[in-house]
């Protein structure tokens, strides 16, 4: 399915997303962002069928941020309202992102930029191309971090760190990324796709009532008290074991054998 700078394929119970408009690195635009959302809206339609998504860059980038080149040159970037864009049109997007209802692989083949880091942050599991690298790049063009940077940074590797990428605006290297715990798993080159898609298939055959609330449980983890969370386990707990899932998962253990989820 060819949409805006997006395109979006069904492999069997797996929905892959790329970004794609190479000319600029897969940079993005609102056109894109109206590809991607239109992307969602199919992986909506089809919520029942798709038990994972994969999303990832096509070409030799992941995402290299924001699309600059559009822009009037005459238009002077302080009297534009960069707030209001993030608001109207990055932020619904990066939220739908967070309240996916299945696992989410983020496959980062090339470099992963400003915003373009951001969503490759959004993974449940993050992979990685030996030759990607991340950059917060935002300080090289006299802005702050955005689409959650500043959120999901400090989380996943610490302020320290964090603040580094972010002041400095140094390039982040895949390997130097994994030992940082940034991202889970760091690939060769031309192996990435076939093992992301090995992990995808494994997800999607999976327990998938469950994994959509294990992602929950994670996402909302740093904002709630211990109190609150252990609360979230419960309710989620509670409809985990109503499920047809769970009785197969018991009795595949019970009876020594591979279990086979369906989803219900």
Partial sequence: MQLKHVTLEFDSSVAVMRLDHQE??????????QGLNDALDAVDDRRAEVRCMVMTGAGR???????LQGRNNTDKPVRRNTGATLETAFHPLLRRLRHLHCPLLTVVNGPAVGGGMSF???????????SAYFLQAF??????????STWLLPRLIGRARAIELSLLGERLPAETALAWGLVNRVYEDTELMDEAMKLAHDLANGPT???SMIRKLYW???????????????QCQQRAGIAEDFREGVAAFLEKRPAKFTGR
Avoid: W, Y
């Fill in 24 to 33: 600029v690195m897969n940079a993005i635009s609102i056109d894109m962002l």
């Fill in 139 to 148: 300080r090289r063009i006299g802005l702050v971090p955005d689409c959650g």
């Fill in 209 to 211: 009532i469950a994994l």
């Fill in 61 to 67: 980038a992941f995402c290299t941020g924001a699309n």
């Fill in 120 to 130: 490759a942050l959004m993974g449940d599991l993050v992979l990685a191309a030996k």
């Fill in 220 to 234: 909302d983890s740093p904002e709630n008290s211990f109190e609150e969370q252990v609360d979230l386990e419960r």
